[in-house]
Every structure is written in C-alpha cells, then in structure tokens.
C-alpha cells in the first residue's frame, strides 16, 4: 500500500516543496536567532501533504480532461501523470478519497500553525490551495491557459509561498531578504514544470490544454526556457548582494552547468524522448542548488 501510495502521488519529487520550507526556515534563524525544529517539521508535513494533493488533484482532473488519454493516444508523447487512472491500478473513488485525504492533513497543519504564529499563515495556506487546486480544475484552469498564469502560478506555490511562509512560522513576521530567497529556488521550480510540457506538448494541444510550449511552438518555448534558468541564477547573485545569502552561497551557481549543457544538445526540434535529460537535469540542478543553499544558510548561522 505504501508503494502505490507514492507512486500515485509521485512522492519522489517531494523535495521541491521541501527544499523551499527548510530555507525560509533556516533564514529565520540566521536573521533572526529564532528556530524552533517542531514548527519547521509540522510546516514541512503540512507543505508535503499540499504538493502532494496537488500532484494528486492534477492527476485526478487530467483524467476528467482527457488530457491523460491523448497523451497515450499520441505518438511519441510521454505522460507525466502516475498512470493510476489511466491504467486502472487504483479506481477513481479510491484516487479522490487519498487526494482528499492529503488535503486535510495539509489544512489540519496549517490551522495549527495559524493558531500557533498567527492568521497570517492561514493565509499563505489559502494562497497554495487555491492554486495547487485550481491549477487544472475548472473554471481558472491555470495549466490550460496558455499565458503565463501557470508558471506564475508555480513560481508562488513552489517558492514565494513556502519561503516566506516558513520564515512566518518560526518570526511571526516577514522580511523582504524571505521574498528574496524565494526566487532562486522558485523560478528553478518553474523550470522543472515548464520543462516537463516539452515531453507531451503535442498530445495538450489535441486535449485543449494550452501550455506555454503549445501557445509558442516548440523553438519559441526553448529559448524561454533557457531565460528561466538565466533569472534563476541571477536572483541568486541578487540574494548575496541584498544580504539574504552569504557570498559563498555563490558556489552554487555551479549547479547550473550540467543542466546547461543538455541545452546544447538540443536543437529547435525534437522528439520528446530527447527532453527526458532535460527534466532529469532540471530536477538535480534544482535540489542541488537549493541543497547548497540550505547549506551556506547553515554555515552563516554557525559563524556568526
């Protein structure tokens, strides 16, 4: 049962969410001297349990949409989603009732820490339900718009929210340096997600769903691609020149040079197995970076 229960809510790319709780968390406490390890583990269970509803309510309205069914009906797409649905290893009500599950064990948290820090947190909790839900679920369908709303979308729920959220659990009040350190890990986030339309980009098109790689083409989409992870690495030499990580955080930029050069190995058309590397190595760039991160966090508090 645990098995499927994690490949159904693709618990393996968990650290997304994670990374981002740990690094508000661990600015808190090199800015402020606050930290208390209970509040950072009950954000992180109610943060995990979120991303993973979302993951889960995503799979469950693909399925609704017949996104999921092009997707195997179109040559040469990849399909992202854990293939529960589609395949038959869970029915549906089985699929709803864990999704919902994960819900409450994502607002049960976050009513506890409101009542803990503050309604404020009540607020950021709100924020990421609203999006984590709406994502592909009628009437905003952020996925299926095709202008900029869904990588927007992530950008808050997987960096903005979760940063300064954290940061507002452990002080009970928010910094502009907790806005800053959002964005790195956040705008890489969005890489990931961007990234991963490129693997079935064609079989959206055919469901309706109106990505950003649909919209622009596959050339067009590529470039912006790489201007993501351009802003990504920028807002990290920002975060060292505003205060909000020390100067040998700068070490990792080095994180971006192997997802660089899978870029060069790519042209303006593609199959969509070729952009498997691609998401493989927007996923390690992004724990690798925020990795590095979390670790010059700790290193300042310690020296100073």
């Given at each position: 049962?645990?098995?499927?229960?994690?490949?159904?809510?693709?618990?393996?790319?968990?650290?997304?969410?994670?990374?981002?709780?740990?690094?508000?968390a661990?600015?808190?406490?090199?800015?402020?001297?606050?930290?208390?390890?209970?509040?950072?583990?009950?954000?992180?269970?109610?943060?995990?349990?979120?991303?993973?509803?979302?993951?889960?309510?995503n799979?469950?309205?693909?399925?609704?949409?017949?996104?999921?069914?092009?997707?195997?009906?179109?040559?040469?797409?990849?399909?992202t989603?854990s293939?529960?649905?589609?395949?038959?290893?869970?029915?549906?009500?089985?699929?709803?009732?864990?999704?919902?599950?994960?819900?409450?064990?994502?607002?049960?948290?976050?009513?506890?820490?409101?009542?803990?820090s503050?309604?404020?947190?009540?607020?950021?909790?709100?924020?990421?339900?609203?999006?984590?839900y709406?994502?592909v679920?009628?009437p905003v369908?952020?996925?299926?718009r095709?202008?900029?709303?869904?990588?927007?979308?992530?950008l808050?729920?997987?960096?903005?929210l979760?940063?300064?959220?954290?940061?507002?659990?452990?002080?009970?009040?928010?910094?502009?340096?907790?806005?800053?350190?959002?964005?790195?890990?956040?705008?890489?986030?969005?890489?990931?997600?961007?990234?991963?339309?490129f693997?079935?980009?064609?079989a959206?098109?055919?469901?309706?769903?109106?990505?950003?790689v649909?919209?622009?083409?596959?050339?067009?989409a590529l470039?912006?691609?790489?201007?993501?992870?351009?802003?990504?690495?920028?807002?990290?030499?920002?975060?060292?020149?505003?205060?909000?990580?020390?100067?040998?955080?700068?070490?990792?930029?080095?994180?971006?040079?192997?997802?660089?050069?899978?870029?060069?190995?790519?042209?303006?058309?593609?199959?969509?197995?070729?952009?498997?590397?691609?998401?493989?190595?927007?996923?390690?760039a992004?724990?690798?970076?925020?990795?590095?991160?979390?670790?010059?966090?700790?290193?300042?508090?310690?020296?100073?």
């Amino acid at each position: 049962m645990l098995q499927s229960f994690m490949k159904a809510s693709r618990f393996k790319v968990l650290p997304v969410m994670l990374i981002p709780v740990v690094l508000g968390a661990a600015g808190a406490y090199v800015w402020t001297g606050r930290f208390q390890i209970g509040l950072m583990l009950l954000t992180l269970l109610g943060a995990g349990a979120a991303h993973l509803f979302s993951n889960m309510i995503n799979d469950l309205w693909d399925y609704y949409n017949g996104t999921d069914e092009a997707a195997k009906a179109t040559e040469g797409a990849i399909s992202t989603n854990s293939g529960f649905l589609t395949g038959g290893a869970w029915s549906v009500g089985k699929f709803r009732a864990v999704t919902w599950l994960l819900f409450f064990v994502a607002a049960a948290s976050g009513i506890a820490l409101g009542v803990i820090s503050g309604w404020p947190v009540i607020v950021f909790g709100l924020a990421g339900a609203f999006i984590a839900y709406f994502y592909v679920a009628p009437p905003v369908k952020f996925g299926y718009r095709g202008k900029g709303y869904s990588e927007l979308a992530i950008l808050l729920a997987f960096g903005v929210l979760p940063v300064t959220g954290a940061y507002y659990v452990q002080t009970s009040h928010l910094d502009y340096r907790a806005l800053l350190l959002s964005l790195p890990i956040g705008l890489l986030t969005t890489l990931i997600l961007f990234n991963h339309h490129f693997l079935h980009w064609e079989a959206d098109r055919q469901a309706g769903k109106r990505t950003l790689v649909v919209v622009w083409g596959e050339k067009r989409a590529l470039q912006f691609s790489r201007l993501l992870l351009f802003l990504a690495y920028a807002a990290l030499v920002l975060c060292v020149v505003f205060g909000a990580l020390p100067l040998y955080a700068l070490l990792a930029v080095f994180t971006a040079v192997p997802l660089y050069l899978v870029y060069g190995r790519l042209g303006a058309h593609n199959k969509s197995t070729a952009y498997l590397p691609l998401m493989g190595a927007s996923m390690q760039a992004t724990k690798r970076c925020g990795a590095v991160l979390i670790l010059a966090l700790v290193l300042q508090g310690i020296l100073q």
